[in-house]
């Protein structure tokens, strides 16, 4: 059973810095590509960043560009979100997720983890 968690989320003020991992279970995420997503409330959710299996290929959308940091470990079977000088609007619930693509796009992704909320405050 593939499995993805999210951790890391919490509760920061406005520059804050926070750290999301992203644990895969029952999958090897080496092979994969790994997208960081985020939903706020009312909206779609929204792709932020992504890189592949190799770590060669990396995308930021431009409102974090600048400010968050994705990278993986493969051996731990892990990837992780670094996110600094974080801003009211990046308050949302974060999801990881893995599939075979390097895109932004939610329906190339065939796993993903349940989220972890993100709050920042003014």
């Known amino acids: 059973q593939v499995q993805l968690v999210e951790s890391g989320g919490g509760s920061v003020q406005f520059g804050g810095s926070l750290r999301l991992s992203c644990t895969g279970s029952g999958l090897s995420l080496a092979n994969h590509v790994i997208g960081w997503f985020r939903q706020a409330p009312g909206q779609e959710r929204e792709g932020i960043s992504f890189?592949?299996?190799?770590?060669?290929?990396?995308y930021y959308t431009d409102s974090v560009k600048g400010r968050f940091t994705v990278s993986r470990d493969n051996a731990k079977n892990m990837g992780y979100l670094q996110m600094n000088n974080l801003k009211p609007d990046d308050t949302a619930v974060y999801y990881c997720?893995?599939?075979?693509?390097?895109?932004?796009?939610?329906?190339?992704?065939?796993?993903w983890g349940v989220g972890t909320q993100v709050t920042v405050s003014s």
């Open positions: 997720a893995t599939g075979p693509v390097a895109t932004v796009i939610p329906e190339f992704y065939a796993y």
């Open positions: 890189i592949n299996g190799r770590g060669d290929d990396i």
